[in-house]
Nanobody
């Protein structure tokens, strides 16, 4: 089992940047695929990005491609989401998630979740 704790959220103006971090507990972090998802008020949780256990494979939602970058440091048990050129529509609670098999964009495919961190982008 793995426990996840997100940090790095906050309030930023449109066009600005934030870097989210997700710290994981457990010795098997390096064997997990990781994902970032987000949920805005009144909307379903949606896929943002995912990264394989090695970091060699990444996938992004079309809405963030070219602006967001997912990465991981297995020595630190941490996955990151660098968010640039932020837009008001990026406002949401951002969650990281883990699964013991390959990358996946469906929230239901991830059994382990953090508590979320709020990102608010003002216009």
């Amino acid at each position: 089992q793995v426990q996840l704790v997100e940090s790095g959220g906050g309030l930023v103006q449109a066009g600005g940047s934030l870097r989210l971090s997700c710290a994981a507990s457990g010795r098997t972090f390096s064997s997990y695929s990781m994902g970032w998802f987000r949920q805005a008020p009144g909307k379903e949780r949606e896929f943002v990005a995912t990264i394989s256990w090695s970091g060699g494979t990444t996938y992004y939602a079309d809405s963030v491609k070219g602006r967001f970058t997912i990465s991981r440091d297995n020595a630190k048990n941490t996955v990151y989401l660098q968010m640039n050129s932020l837009k008001p529509e990026d406002t949401a609670v951002y969650y990281c998630a883990a699964r013991s098999t390959g990358t996946n964009s469906r929230p239901s495919a991830y059994p382990y979740w953090g508590q979320g961190t709020q990102v608010t982008v003002s216009s």
